[in-house]
């Protein structure tokens, strides 16, 4: 018996590895990574761990391939095994990861719409941190308005991002690794 914990769809193990083949191939990233996932194997049955457990391994190491697959899954809404487990730890290793503006961008607009629309899940903590450290850029004047401060939820992070973010965007030199 196989329990594979993998998405499925554009997340499943094979869709992920050609994803991640594609676009080390663009950012010519040699040698690749290896993103065969972690497999442990008792009497009869086979477990396979996300394949994302080593996306963000690869994250910390710098991998710009896997850095861009971490963004498309803080953005993705699905739910996966594992979901806020592996969300938490994409962002943490986010944080320390050398974004692009454009990235950056990507993030905000993830974070801030979320925390718009009401959808706070625990990951979000990590994803505020995120944006701590990258600034709200100008998402922060376009959703400030629109939030429902009834919620405790939005509240909490509303009052995060006015204490620790708005007004105190960080410089754009390079991301402290002890952060």
Partial sequence: MQHDYNGSGR????????????????????PPADLRPMEVTA???????PVMMRVIEEIGRGDAACVELGIAFIEEDSPFPFGRLLKSNTARALRRAA????????????VIAML?????????REYAKLVRRIGVGEWWAQAEGRLNLASPYVRRYYDYFKRYVVGNEPSTAAPDPAA
């Fill in 116 to 124: 718009v629309a009401g959808k706070t899940p625990r990951e979000y």
């Fill in 99 to 110: 974004l692009t503006p454009e990235q950056q961008e990507r993030i905000r607009r993830r």
């Fill in 11 to 30: 997340w499943s193990r094979a869709a992920l590895l050609a994803r991640y083949a594609e676009l080390a191939r663009r950012l010519r990233i040699e």
């Fill in 43 to 49: 009497a009869s049955e086979r477990w396979v761990y």
